[in-house]
């Protein structure tokens, strides 16, 4: 699909900048789950269903400041909140769309050989597009731009020196305006693996 091929996208760029410092402390990493936009349904027209949960999927680069903290870039797609029903006899759809670009700091706090909680704290710089579709033409309603405050709790589990496997639950804060696409949370719960150069 098209939300695998731009995350796997970003992991080969970020394995092209990394191979510039061989010996680093540089990781690449993909994580794929689902998000959800906590308040986009509250505003739908009554009558219509609602779907506020869709496939998130994220690459990122990472460096390995010490073995407790790194720091991480990544850009997501977190995929779509969609509405569909009828008004005055006509089939319509509504979506609100979100992708961006996430900065943050990664703690670890090893609990066994292998194994590690963790967690995140940084900024999360989202763009937000909402469109509607009737009669078969689809129209763009607006969109919005946000920076928030993003914080998340994981583990990772470490199968050898270079890949481990990581599961997240993020907050990325509320996205997007009250004017054109609606106010909403964004939670997000992931899976992944990081690969060390």
């Known amino acids: 699909t098209k939300k695998i091929g731009l995350a796997v996208a970003v992991v080969l760029a970020s394995f092209s900048v990394a191979a510039l410092a061989e010996g680093s402390n540089f990781y690449g990493a993909i994580d794929v789950g ?4 906590n308040d986009a349904c509250n505003v739908i027209p009554a009558g219509m269903s609602c779907k506020d949960t869709d496939t998130a999927v994220r690459g ?49 706090l090893p609990v066994a050989e292998s194994f590690a909680l963790t967690g995140k704290l940084g900024a999360a710089f989202t763009k937000v597009e909402a469109s509607g579709t009737a009669l078969g033409i689809t129209v763009a309603l607006g969109s919005a731009n946000t920076t928030t405050l993003a914080y998340g709790i994981g583990a990772r589990y470490n199968i050898s020196k270079s890949i481990a496997l990581r599961a997240q639950y993020e907050d990325i804060g509320k996205v997007g305006d009250d004017a054109t696409t609606g106010k909403s949370r964004v939670t997000l719960f992931t899976v992944g693996a990081t690969f060390g150069f």
Not at 34 to 37: L, M, T, Y
Not at 82 to 102: E, F, H, M, R
């Open 60 to 108: 990122s680069l990472g460096y390995q400041v010490n073995p407790s903290l790194g720091v991480e870039v990544s850009y997501a797609d977190y995929g779509a909140a969609k509405a569909s029903g009828t008004v005055a006899g006509t089939p319509v759809s509504l979506k609100i769309a979100a992708t961006g670009w996430q900065v943050s700091a990664v703690g670890s």
């Open 34 to 37: 689902q998000a959800k936009a």
